[in-house]
C-alpha cells in the first residue's frame, strides 16, 4: 500500500476514491485502511495503528467513518440512502478532521442515486472523503468516474490460473503415487530455484492450493461424482485409482499445514527438507 501512503501523507487525498478489482474483502480491507488514515492523530505516519483515533477505526467504532454495508444478497442501493449520506455529509465531523463514508458493492446504485451521490462529489465540504468499492470503475457513471481517484487492487476477482504452478502440481501428485521417493524429491529444488526467497515461496504456496484442488477432485472422484474444480484432472483420476479416500484427506491436511507453515513464517529450508516426507508419508498405506 506504498502508493497510498504517498497520497495520504502528502495531503492529497481527493474526495472522491473508486476502488476496484481483487476481491470484495481486499477492497473493504484497503478502504478502512485509507479511513484510519484520514481518522489518524499521528503527526507522523498515518495510520500509526495506536492512537484512539486508529484503534476506534480498527474496531469500526470511529463515529466519523460511516461503511454502508451491501452483501451479494443487495439488489439495489436506494437514492433515498444516499440522500441521507449525502445530508450527514454536511455536518461536521464529530472528532476528527476528516469524515468518511465507504460503500459497499456502490455499482448497486441506479443512475439516480448515482446522480445524487454526484451533486455532494461536485461541491464536496473540505472534510469529507466518500471510498466506493466494487468490481469495476465501469459500473459507476462517467460523470463519477472523472471526479474520483481510482485505486486499481489489481488481479481480477479470480485470478488466473498460474499454468506454470498448475503443472508443477500435476507432476508432484503423480510422482506421490509413484514407488520411490526420488521422483518427487526431483520436482522440490524448483521451490529453492529463485534468487528472490518470496518468490519461491509464492511459487510453492501457488502449487500447494492446486495440489489441494488435484486431492479433493480425486476424493470426489472416488465417491463416482464428476464435479472437478481442479486444471488437472487426469492426474485426480490417476489418484484415485492409486489412493484412499482416507489417504487423500490427509493429503489435504498436510498440504494445507504446509502452506500455514509458509504463512507463519516458519524455517523455509526446514519446510523444503520435510515436504517430500511430509507429503509421502501422508500418502502411505
Ligand atoms: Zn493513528
Redesign the pocket.
Known amino acids: 500500500m506504498r502508493n497510498i501512503d504517498i497520497k495520504l501523507e502528502s495531503g492529497t487525498m481527493p474526495s472522491a476514491v473508486i476502488i476496484e478489482r481483487s476481491t470484495e474483502e481486499k477492497r473493504l480491507e484497503t478502504a478502512l485502511y485509507i479511513a484510519?488514515a484520514l481518522v489518524?492523530?499521528?503527526e507522523e505516519k498515518?495510520?500509526?495503528?495506536?492512537?484512539m483515533?486508529?484503534i476506534k477505526a480498527q474496531s469500526s467504532n470511529h463515529p466519523d467513518i460511516f461503511v454502508l454495508e451491501s452483501d451479494s444478497d443487495r439488489k439495489l442501493i436506494k437514492v433515498d440512502e444516499i440522500r441521507e449520506i449525502r445530508s450527514d455529509a454536511y455536518i461536521l465531523p464529530n472528532e476528527a478532521s476528516k469524515k468518511v463514508y465507504i460503500i459497499e458493492n456502490a455499482g448497486l446504485m441506479n443512475e439516480q442515486a448515482q446522480n445524487a451521490l454526484l451533486k455532494v462529489f461536485e461541491e464536496p465540504p473540505e472534510y469529507a472523503c466518500f471510498i466506493l468499492l466494487d468490481k469495476s470503475r465501469n459500473v459507476f457513471l462517467e460523470t463519477i468516474r472523472s471526479r474520483a481517484m481510482i485505486i486499481d487492487l489489481g488481479q481480477n476477482e479470480q485470478p488466473e490460473k498460474d499454468e506454470n504452478a498448475v503443472k508443477i502440481a500435476s507432476d508432484m501428485a503423480q510422482a506421490i503415487v509413484k514407488p520411490y521417493e526420488l521422483a518427487l524429491m526431483e520436482i522440490t529444488p524448483i521451490f529453492d530455484k529463485d534468487k528472490d526467497k518470496e518468490k519461491n515461496k509464492s511459487l510453492l504456496k501457488k502449487v500447494l492450493s492446486e495440489l489441494v484442488l488435484i486431492f479433493r477432485d480425486a476424493a470426489v472422484y472416488k465417491t463416482g461424482a464428476n464435479s472437478t474444480v481442479s486444471s488437472a484432472p487426469d492426474t485426480a483420476k490417476l489418484l484415485a485409482e492409486r489412493l484412499t479416500a482416507n489417504e487423500l484427506i490427509k493429503l489435504i491436511a498436510a498440504s494445507d499445514k504446509i502452506a500455514e507453515a509458509i504463512d507463519r513464517n516458519g524455517n523455509y529450508n526446514l519446510i523444503l527438507t520435510r515436504l517430500c516426507s511430509t507429503l509421502r508419508s501422508a500418502a502411505e498405506h
Open positions: 484510519s489518524c492523530e499521528s498515518k495510520p500509526c495503528g495506536n492512537c483515533a486508529c
